[in-house]
């Protein structure tokens, strides 16, 4: 017998990695929030650092000790570059890794963008019973990470499985 599942409106953080971008022409950060609020999920908070390994582990190492924030979504600083270091400052973080969440990701990517896609290191994982996601700062990247893999992983209606039926476990020892 199946038993229909209701929607678990989750709290999720934002954060937008950058050395340029402002409130004002952040295109990426806003998709998110936009989109998960579209979900139904409440966007607690967004917030912009520079890319600095620094400033973006304060800010995830913030939003993963505070019980209100169940998800935490990065965009940018996921590239080759010297100054990218998104998956060095959250990867330290993690209590366990998504591998899976890369590699779909990247096999979607390809779709759209070639072999291009080598040069993103998207991560997520799990930290403190809550889930982050690190997404190239593309805003087609995060259209893609969001519309193809978080949204129906942070819906507890999705089948066979999901990401929130897990959240009550994930504390267990």
């Known amino acids: 017998m199946t ?7 989750l709290n999720i953080a934002i954060l937008v990695v ?3 971008r402002t409130d ?4 990426s950060g806003k998709i998110l929030a936009e989109r998960a609020t579209d979900a139904g999920h409440q966007v607690t908070e967004k917030k912009i650092v520079a890319d600095d390994i620094y400033q973006i582990r304060a800010a995830v190492s913030n939003w993963i000790a505070a019980d209100q924030v169940n998800v935490v979504i990065a965009t940018g600083g996921t590239g080759v570059t010297g100054r990218d270091g998104t998956p ?3 990867a330290p973080l993690l209590d366990k890794v998504l591998d899976g ?10 779709q759209d963008i070639k072999t291009s896609t080598i040069q993103s290191r998207a991560i997520a994982g799990v930290a403190n019973a809550t889930y982050i996601f690190c997404l190239p700062g593309s805003s087609g990247a995060c259209r893609t990470a969001w519309d193809e893999l978080i949204k129906e992983q942070l819906d507890h209606r999705t ?9 009550p476990r994930l504390l267990e020892k």
């Not at 038993?3 to 409106?9: A, G, S």
């Not at 969440?101 to 390809?110: A, D, K, N, Q, V």
């Not at 089948?159 to 959240?167: A, G, S």
């Open 159 to 167: 089948r066979p499985c999901n990401l929130v039926q897990l959240m």
């Open 88 to 90: 060095e400052a959250v």
């Open 101 to 110: 969440f890369g590699e779909i990701f990247r096999m979607l990517s390809y």
């Open 3 to 9: 038993i229909d599942r209701k929607f678990i409106p």
């Open 24 to 27: 004002a022409d952040d295109v």
């Open 18 to 20: 950058s050395d340029s």
